[in-house]
Nanobody, 121 residues
Framework: VQLQASGGGLVQAGGSLRLSCAAS????????MSWFRQAPGKEREFVAA????????RYADSVKGRFAISRDNGKNTMYLQMNSLKPEDTAVYYC???????????????WGKGTQVTVSS
């Protein structure tokens, strides 16, 4: 499966962005999906995960209540709605396939090219 993340940009603190992850090659419903992010000089970290049915969802504590993961299997696309953005959310955001129960980037199988999110104070 090929993944392509998009929707990043520059936004002021308190603003919102919606990221998309478009899949091609295989149906998205085959996969549990996750979002990760990587800030300069830091390790890639887990942000959110969505089971293949779209029902089960989990979030990193740092984004809980502000971010929402969702998917549209009919459109083969996953989303990350990001609200109340903070400067510390600045990072390159990546979508991936991998076990729903894992928050470790090394356990993910496929990765899309990232999309840059920059939040100004």
């Amino acid at each position: 499966v090929q993944l392509q993340a998009s929707g990043g940009g520059l936004v002021q603190a308190g603003g919102s962005l919606r990221l998309s992850c478009a899949a091609s090659g295989r149906p998205l419903w085959n996969y549990d999906m996750s979002w990760f992010r990587q800030a300069p000089g830091k390790e890639r970290e887990f942000v959110a995960a969505n089971s293949r049915s779209g029902i089960a969802k989990r979030y990193a504590d740092s984004v809980k209540g502000r971010f929402a993961i969702s998917r549209d299997n009919g459109k083969n696309t996953m989303y990350l709605q990001m609200n109340s953005l903070k400067p510390e959310d600045t990072a390159v955001y990546y979508c991936s396939t991998g076990p729903y129960g894992s928050t470790e980037w090394s356990r993910m199988d496929y990765w899309g090219k990232g999309t840059q999110v920059t939040v100004s104070s």
